[in-house]
Every structure is written in structure tokens, then in C-alpha cells.
């Protein structure tokens, strides 16, 4: 299950992916029985959707719960905001900052996984400095649905104008100016759906196991 995640949160496994039990069961070397439990604990977390008579596939966003999702997106991460401003610690920043390093590291070496996975990173360690588990795993939820989307809708590759954004977020965080850091936390989410074009949808056509298991482009 944890490789399937990894896979979505990396836009390696795509939306509307077909995830055939038979080869999953090969690929991991386990019975059935346990891939159609894990397909279904999938399921309950809307990354993959079980259809009658035709198996399981994950989730295809529609334009319409694409906005859904922001829309939860900037209602929650603006009370992680306010959360976060009144816990945050040095080495909360530190780590913040480091993450971001990181991030855009990985965006000059073109090593897409590796970005995403940080950017997400960035958003879960805020909630976790924030402390309402609740909204963690809310948030979990909400992010791994925003990559689908953002593979399916974006206009354009990740730029490093999400990695300036996180920084000037961290800066209010430091700073504790939780009126900025609200205002930047809704903007950059605001940004990150300007982006999206519902008009054209992207596919991939990579095998199931280079989905699950492609590694990271080198430099």
C-alpha cells in the first residue's frame, strides 16, 4: 500500500491508472486476498475508486472536485497557519528551511519525484508543528488528491516559484506575523489552482511496475 501511495505522491502513478490485483500480487508477491484489503483501504482514503466488474483505478478527479479540494485545502491550511504561528520552535524553522533547500535542489536536477515529495513534506510538517492530528490527517488526504490534480489539470511543470512562496511562508512563521503567514498561505494555494486547465487533461502511459518502482531522473 505505502508503494502505491509513494507512487501518487510522486506522480508516478497517475489518475485513472488501472491497478489489476493479479499484477500487484505479482509485483509484491503476496496473495490476492491481501491486495484487494489494501485496495480497499485505498479506497476509504479517495486515492482509489473500485469499480463493479472492472477492478480498481486511481481516482480521476473532476474539474469540479478539483476546486473542492483547494477549496478545502485553503480553509484548513489557514487554521494550520494560525496553529502553527503560536507552536512553531527554531527547529521547526530550521527544519522548514532545510526542506525547502532541498526542494529546490531536487527542481535543478529536473528530479520531479523527489520535488513533489518535498513540497508535500512541506505542508504535513506544517500541520504537525500545528498539532491537531485531525487536520493531519485531513490534510494527508488533501495534498495526495492535489497531486493527482495537479498531474491531470497543470498548465505547466513545477516552478520555482512554489519554493519562493514556502519561503516567504516560513519567514512570516518566523517572524510570527500570523496575519502575513494567513495571507501567504491562502495566496499560495490560490496560485497553485490558477494554474490548473481543466480543458486538457494529461495522461501516462508507463507500465504498472515503472509506475510503482521508476526512479528518480539523474542529473
Known sequence: MSAILDAVAEQRLPAGAKLGEQALSDLFQCNRANVRRALATLAAQNVVELRPNRGAFVVTPSPQE???VFQ??????????????SNAKPDDIAYLRENILAES???????????LRLTRQFHMYLAQIAGNHVLERFLSELTMRSTLILG???????????????????????????????ELTDSHLRHLEAHLNFDIPQTAALSLQDQLFRHPIEA
Not at 72 to 85: C, F, K, V, Y
Open 66 to 68: 478539483a476546486r473542492d
Open 72 to 85: 478545502a485545502r485553503r480553509a484548513i491550511e489557514r487554521t494550520i497557519a494560525r496553529q502553527a504561528a
Open 105 to 115: 535542489e531536487a527542481h535543478r536536477r529536473a528530479d520531479k519525484p523527489t520535488e
Open 152 to 182: 491531470i489539470y497543470s498548465l505547466s511543470e513545477h516552478s520555482c516559484a512554489s519554493e519562493a512562496e514556502h519561503m516567504r511562508i516560513v519567514d512570516a512563521l518566523e517572524a510570527g506575523d500570523t496575519g502575513l503567514l494567513l
